[in-house]
């Protein structure tokens, strides 16, 4: 327990100390915090230290004990003030105790009637904390349950149209006065979560996401509704209402990973048309949602043609199908993201694949342009067309399977083609032509691929310096590295851990 806080002030330095000695500072869990020779320069002091508990002498040059109490309790009621005299003078008692003196001690002080008057005053200060604290916790409950209460409230009338006078009574009570307001526009946000309907956490960690995003705007009101939609009212006149709800939609896309649809309403004349902002919100995002719908339905057409040519082992076609997707996707690379981790593991399932096993599918995550999602997403249908071909019974799908291995867990040692053909008792030309015909690619293409994804899993999970990663797959030249860093990726070294740098704040 924090200790309380004493100051001792007397024109004599040895009384002083004595009263000092005396205090049971252990038992009563006191701290002494000062000592003043007059009341004057004690209460310069005053607001700073903050005492629970003050000892003064009543006669003291400059200000005395009665005047420095007088002043004392002005400021800070709570504190309790022991005055110490000389004289057993009843008019002096007196006024001492309109002065708001806890206590009256005479000189010379006794031990045990200093620490029972200390003690005393620690009890009643004590006490009356922990009724302050009750208090207040029994306040926040209250407003508490009334937010709770004005959110039901709020819900009964987005949900059907109300009487303006029954809303103003009842809105009031809530502490939201429309009256003053009746001139203003309103208009309604709609979030809906998708993980929301089976994840209901993740919609409260949202919901207090969005309350924080506003919670200095004036005006605006954060609830849930009964659906789980996270409901947004503003009556904010000139503020970009659209503006802000997209950024609050990039922020939690990105923060929590979720598929979200926004909506948000016209502008409607005050809260007597607040039925009519919430239903125009959930048009906007119904309309959407219909046109999200009939993308969808060509989209997952298109997933079936890239699974058919997967199965087929047609490398070319699978990545055709897999770029003309991209280049009909949305500019919201956030989006993009979530929706092809999404495809290609329902992808794995079909073809019956572990993705756990999919090496390249975790490079999603490390992609932050549209270029350099296509790169990853012709990686990932690279490598399910080569797990599939591994899977089909070739006769050379032991040995390609043993050579990507080693090229995968050697890739900072010898790794040429010629070296490659000799380990595994091949011609180079042999190998050459049998990589390109297994992976669509060339040696050197799929060598660049494994050590770019390797680079950028050590740049994620690691502090390693760029020169320690380049030495681990492979490339010793710094130079050279950033040359090929950015062939592969179109950003530099520098400017890739920027984006890194922004996604993370």
Same mark, same amino acid.
């Given at each position: 327990?924090?200790?309380?806080?004493?100051?001792?002030?007397?024109?004599?330095?040895?009384?002083?100390?004595?009263?000092?000695?005396?205090? %049971?500072?252990?038992?009563?869990?006191?701290?002494?915090?000062?000592?003043?020779?007059?009341?004057?320069?004690?209460?310069? &002091?005053?607001?700073?230290?903050?005492?629970?508990?003050?000892?003064? %002498?009543?006669?003291?040059?400059?200000?005395?004990?009665?005047? !420095?109490?007088?002043?004392?309790?002005?400021?800070?009621?709570?504190?309790?003030?022991?005055?110490?005299?000389?004289?057993?003078?009843?008019?002096?008692? /007196?006024?001492?105790?309109?002065?708001?003196?806890? %206590?009256?001690?005479?000189?010379?002080?006794?031990?045990?009637?200093?620490?029972?008057?200390?003690? /005393?005053?620690?009890?009643?200060?004590?006490?009356? /904390?922990?009724?302050?604290?009750?208090?207040?916790?029994?306040?926040?409950?209250?407003?508490?349950?009334?937010?709770?209460?004005?959110?039901?409230?709020?819900?009964?009338?987005?949900?059907?149209?109300?009487?303006?006078?029954?809303?103003?009574?009842?809105?009031?009570?809530?502490?939201?006065?429309?009256?003053?307001?009746?001139?203003?526009?309103?208009?309604?946000?709609?979030?809906?979560?998708?993980?929301? !309907?089976?994840?209901?956490?993740?919609? #409260?960690?949202?919901?207090?996401?969005?309350?924080?995003?506003?919670?200095?705007?004036?005006?605006?009101?954060?609830?849930? %509704?009964?659906?789980?939609?996270?409901?947004?009212?503003?009556?904010?006149?000139?503020?970009?209402?659209?503006?802000?709800?997209?950024?609050?939609?990039?922020?939690?896309?990105?923060?929590?990973?979720?598929?979200?649809?926004?909506?948000?309403?016209?502008? !409607?004349?005050?809260?007597? &048309?607040?039925?009519?902002?919430?239903?125009?919100?959930?048009?906007?995002?119904?309309?959407?949602?219909?046109?999200?719908?009939?993308?969808?339905?060509?989209?997952?057409?298109?997933?079936?043609?890239?699974?058919?040519?997967?199965?087929?082992?047609?490398?070319?076609?699978?990545?055709?199908?897999?770029?003309?997707?991209?280049?009909?996707?949305?500019?919201?690379?956030?989006?993009?993201?979530?929706?092809?981790?999404? /495809?290609?593991?329902?992808?794995?399932?079909?073809?019956?694949?572990?993705?756990?096993?999919?090496?390249?599918?975790?490079?999603?995550?490390?992609?932050? +342009? $549209?270029?350099?999602?296509?790169?990853?997403?012709?990686?990932?249908?690279?490598?399910?067309?080569?797990?599939?071909?591994?899977?089909?019974?070739?006769?050379?799908?032991?040995?390609?399977?043993?050579?990507?291995?080693?090229?995968?867990?050697? #890739?900072?040692?010898?790794?040429?083609?010629?070296?490659?053909?000799?380990?595994?008792?091949?011609?180079?030309?042999?190998?050459?032509?049998?990589?390109?015909?297994?992976?669509?690619?060339?040696?050197?293409?799929?060598?660049?691929?494994?050590?770019?994804?390797?680079?950028?899993? #050590?740049?994620?999970? +690691?502090?390693?310096?760029?020169?320690?990663?380049?030495?681990?797959?492979?490339?010793?030249?710094?130079?050279?590295?950033?040359?090929?860093? $950015?062939?592969?990726?179109?950003?530099?070294?520098?400017?890739?851990?920027?984006?890194?740098?922004? $996604?993370?704040?």
């Amino acid at each position: 327990m924090k200790k309380l806080k004493v100051i001792v002030i007397d024109d004599e330095m040895l009384i002083r100390k004595l009263i000092r000695m005396k205090m %049971d500072t252990k038992r009563l869990n006191l701290e002494v915090a000062g000592e003043y020779a007059n009341g004057a320069a004690a209460l310069q &002091e005053l607001r700073e230290i903050r005492p629970d508990i003050v000892i003064s %002498d009543i006669c003291m040059p400059e200000a005395d004990g009665l005047l !420095f109490s007088e002043e004392c309790v002005k400021l800070f009621p709570e504190i309790k003030i022991i005055l110490v005299t000389g004289y057993d003078d009843f008019e002096y008692a /007196r006024r001492g105790i309109k002065a708001g003196v806890f %206590d009256y001690l005479l000189k010379p002080i006794q031990e045990e009637e200093l620490n029972n008057a200390l003690e /005393r005053a620690t009890e009643q200060i004590l006490k009356a /904390r922990g009724q302050k604290e009750k208090q207040s916790r029994f306040l926040y409950e209250i407003q508490k349950n009334k937010v709770a209460l004005r959110d039901i409230y709020l819900n009964h009338i987005l949900s059907q149209n109300q009487n303006i006078e029954e809303m103003k009574e009842s809105l009031l009570e809530y502490g939201i006065n429309i009256e003053e307001k009746s001139s203003r526009e309103i208009q309604l946000g709609l979030i809906v979560v998708e993980e929301g !309907f089976y994840e209901p956490e993740v919609i #409260m960690q949202i919901m207090e996401e969005a309350k924080t995003f506003f919670q200095s705007d004036e005006g605006i009101i954060v609830l849930k %509704d009964l659906w789980n939609r996270i409901v947004i009212i503003s009556e904010c006149e000139g503020i970009p209402f659209a503006e802000c709800l997209d950024i609050l939609n990039s922020l939690i896309k990105t923060k929590y990973k979720c598929r979200l649809f926004v909506g948000i309403s016209g502008k !409607f004349s005050g809260w007597r &048309e607040i039925h009519m902002a919430y239903l125009d919100a959930l048009k906007f995002i119904q309309d959407k949602r219909m046109g999200e719908n009939k993308k969808n339905t060509e989209d997952l057409r298109a997933w079936k043609q890239i699974e058919n040519a997967v199965r087929r082992g047609n490398i070319e076609e699978a990545q055709r199908l897999g770029q003309m997707i991209l280049d009909n996707e949305e500019t919201d690379l956030v989006e993009v993201n979530l929706r092809l981790q999404t /495809r290609f593991q329902k992808l794995c399932i079909d073809l019956e694949f572990s993705q756990n096993n999919l090496m390249f599918l975790k490079e999603i995550a490390w992609v932050y +342009t $549209k270029e350099q999602i296509k790169y990853c997403v012709g990686n990932i249908i690279t490598e399910l067309v080569i797990r599939r071909k591994i899977n089909s019974g070739d006769n050379n799908n032991e040995v390609i399977e043993e050579i990507l291995k080693y090229m995968i867990h050697h #890739m900072g040692e010898e790794a040429s083609l010629n070296f490659l053909a000799e380990k595994f008792s091949l011609s180079s030309c042999y190998l050459s032509k049998l990589i390109r015909n297994f992976t669509g690619k060339k040696y050197v293409e799929l060598l660049s691929d494994i050590r770019l994804l390797k680079l950028l899993e #050590m740049i994620h999970t +690691t502090n390693m310096k760029d020169y320690d990663i380049g030495t681990m797959i492979g490339i010793q030249d710094p130079h050279y590295l950033s040359i090929w860093f $950015k062939k592969m990726m179109g950003l530099s070294v520098t400017e890739y851990r920027k984006c890194i740098s922004e $996604k993370t704040k």
